[in-house]
C-alpha cells in the first residue's frame, strides 16, 4: 500500500505455488516453477487486465533467485525469438526476390512491430532483498534440523514440519536439500538489460550482507542499497519508509 502511493501506480502481491494462500504443492527448492509462476502472473497482469507495462518485480530472501532468473530468462527468450523473427523475414525476403522493395517494407514494419512488442512486455526494473547469492552448505542446513528430523531426513528420505498455529504441513526431501546445496548464482551476470535494485540489511544473521555485495559485483547493471540496522526481515516495517523510497527512486530514475 505504502508503494503503491509513493509510485502513484497499482501492485499485486501473491504467494508462489504452495506458499501462503497459495494452492499446490510447496516445495524447498522449488525455483524453476516459481520462476513459472512469474511468467504467469506478468502474463495475465498484460494479456488479461491489459495493463501491459509491469515497472518491477521485487523478491525477497528465496524470492530473489525467482525474480533474478526471470530478468535472465526474459533476455534470453526475447534474444532466441528476434533470432527466428530475423531468419524468417530473410527467408521470405529470398522467395520474394521478384517484389523487392515491397519485402523490404515490409521487413521495415515488421522490426519495429515486434521491437515495440518486446519493448511493451519487458519488465525493466527487478529489486532483490535479503538475497543469498553463495549455496548454504548441506552441512549447515543439517545443523538446523531438530535431532527429529534429521534422522527422518536420513531413515525416510523427508521430514515434515507444520507452522505454529495451523494444520498445514510442508514436507521436505533429500532433493530439496541437493537443489538448495547447488544454487549457482553465477547467471546473474548475463543479466544485461534489466536494471537490479539490491538491498540488505546490515545486521542480517540468515543471509549475511557480504551476499549484497557479491550480486552488485556481477550484476552489470544495479544499484546497491544497504539499510543500517536491518536484519533478514528488515524488523517489519521499522524500516518501511526508507525501503519505499528507495524503490520508488530505483523505478524513477
Given at each position: 500500500?505504502?508503494?503503491?502511493?509513493?509510485?502513484?501506480?497499482?501492485?499485486?502481491r501473491?504467494?508462489?505455488?504452495?506458499?501462503?494462500?497459495?494452492?499446490?504443492?510447496?516445495?524447498?527448492?522449488?525455483?524453476s516453477?516459481?520462476?513459472?509462476?512469474?511468467q504467469?502472473?506478468?502474463?495475465?497482469?498484460?494479456t488479461?487486465?491489459?495493463?501491459?507495462?509491469?515497472?518491477?518485480?521485487?523478491?525477497?530472501?528465496?524470492?530473489?533467485?525467482?525474480?533474478?532468473?526471470?530478468a535472465?530468462?526474459?533476455?534470453?527468450?526475447?534474444?532466441?525469438?528476434?533470432?527466428?523473427d530475423?531468419?524468417?523475414?530473410?527467408?521470405e525476403?529470398?522467395?520474394?526476390?521478384?517484389?523487392?522493395?515491397?519485402?523490404?517494407s515490409?521487413?521495415?514494419?515488421?522490426?519495429?512491430?515486434?521491437?515495440?512488442?518486446?519493448?511493451?512486455?519487458?519488465?525493466?526494473?527487478?529489486?532483490?532483498?535479503?538475497?543469498?547469492?553463495?549455496?548454504?552448505?548441506?552441512?549447515?542446513?543439517?545443523?538446523?534440523?531438530?535431532?527429529?528430523?534429521?534422522?527422518?531426513?536420513?531413515?525416510?528420505?523427508?521430514?515434515?514440519?507444520?507452522?505454529?498455529?495451523?494444520?498445514?504441513?510442508?514436507?521436505?526431501?533429500?532433493?530439496?536439500?541437493?537443489?538448495?546445496?547447488?544454487?549457482?548464482?553465477?547467471?546473474?551476470?548475463?543479466?544485461?538489460?534489466?536494471?537490479?535494485?539490491?538491498?540488505?540489511?546490515?545486521?542480517?544473521?540468515?543471509?549475511?550482507?557480504?551476499?549484497?555485495?557479491?550480486?552488485?559485483?556481477q550484476?552489470?547493471?544495479?544499484?546497491?542499497?544497504?539499510?543500517?540496522?536491518?536484519?533478514?526481515?528488515?524488523?517489519?516495517?521499522?524500516?518501511?519508509?526508507?525501503?519505499?523510497?528507495?524503490?520508488?527512486?530505483?523505478?524513477?530514475?
Amino acid at each position: 500500500i505504502n508503494l503503491s502511493y509513493q509510485m502513484k501506480c497499482h501492485t499485486l502481491r501473491f504467494d508462489f505455488t504452495g506458499d501462503g494462500h497459495s494452492e499446490g504443492e510447496w516445495r524447498q527448492g522449488n525455483y524453476s516453477n516459481q520462476v513459472q509462476d512469474l511468467q504467469c502472473i506478468v502474463n495475465f497482469i498484460q494479456t488479461q487486465m491489459k495493463i501491459h507495462h509491469v515497472s518491477c518485480i521485487i523478491g525477497h530472501s528465496k524470492g530473489c533467485v525467482a525474480i533474478l532468473r526471470y530478468a535472465w530468462e526474459q533476455e534470453s527468450q526475447q534474444r532466441e525469438q528476434h533470432q527466428r523473427d530475423t531468419k524468417e523475414t530473410a527467408e521470405e525476403s529470398k522467395q520474394n526476390n521478384s517484389n523487392q522493395l515491397e519485402d523490404s517494407s515490409n521487413k521495415t514494419n515488421y522490426d519495429m512491430d515486434n521491437m515495440t512488442r518486446q519493448h511493451r512486455y519487458h519488465v525493466p526494473h527487478f529489486v532483490a532483498m535479503s538475497g543469498r547469492f553463495y549455496p548454504q552448505e548441506k552441512s549447515e542446513m543439517l545443523n538446523a534440523l531438530s535431532i527429529e528430523e534429521r534422522q527422518s531426513l536420513e531413515q525416510v528420505g523427508q521430514y515434515t514440519r507444520y507452522i505454529l498455529g495451523t494444520k498445514r504441513k510442508f514436507v521436505v526431501t533429500v532433493k530439496d536439500f541437493d537443489e538448495r546445496a547447488s544454487l549457482d548464482s553465477n547467471f546473474v551476470s548475463k543479466i544485461q538489460q534489466s536494471t537490479i535494485l539490491i538491498i540488505h540489511g546490515d545486521q542480517d544473521t540468515t543471509v549475511p550482507v557480504s551476499n549484497a555485495s557479491l550480486f552488485a559485483e556481477q550484476i552489470p547493471n544495479n544499484k546497491l542499497m544497504i539499510i543500517q540496522g536491518a536484519n533478514h526481515s528488515f524488523n517489519g516495517t521499522k524500516y518501511i519508509q526508507e525501503l519505499v523510497q528507495g524503490i520508488s527512486d530505483f523505478c524513477e530514475n
